[in-house]
């Protein structure tokens, strides 16, 4: 499992017109589901977003995480994040997780979010969406669960 965390002033995605999440001063978090991924590739992740300390505490050190200045996420799926682009120019999404195996590793994650008490707003599951978001710092680091030792 991939995933793009970015800290954010505020974000949003909105679906043909509709605003389906939003958040202020929180993370933007887009998620890709590889082939092959399960319930502990979307808990490392998940307990890597929660536990991230990457606001700034008192002294303008990155030493706070999204639970300590209660933030939000804003979570979203995007295949496109296991593109293979190193043969040809057109990327290769062979490994990206089927939808029905996708969408619900997603939603397992946003429940082990939630569960560990940062609120979490979403996009909507297989459809064209736009995302707006102001990055904060730019502070972007990326998390890959296959990566993990």
Known sequence: MRCVVQRVAHARVTVS??????????????????????????????????????????????NLSIK????????????????????????SFIKAA????????????KAMIEAAGVPVETGRFRTHMHVELLNDGPVTILLDSHRQF
Do not use: W
Not at 38 to 51: F, H, L, M
Not at 103 to 108: A, H, K, Q
């Open 68 to 91: 300590d200045v209660g933030g939000k996420v804003l979570l979203v799926s995007q295949f496109t994040l296991l593109g293979d682009a190193r043969h040809g120019r057109r990327p």
């Open 98 to 109: 089927r939808p029905d195996t996708a969408e619900p590793l997603c939603d397992e994650m």
């Open 17 to 62: 017109g509709e605003e389906t999440g939003a958040v202020q001063s929180g993370y933007m978090v887009l998620v890709g589901v590889e082939d092959g991924d399960t319930v502990e590739d979307a808990r490392y992740c998940a307990d890597k977003i929660v536990g991230l300390r990457i606001f700034e505490d008192e002294n303008d050190k990155m």
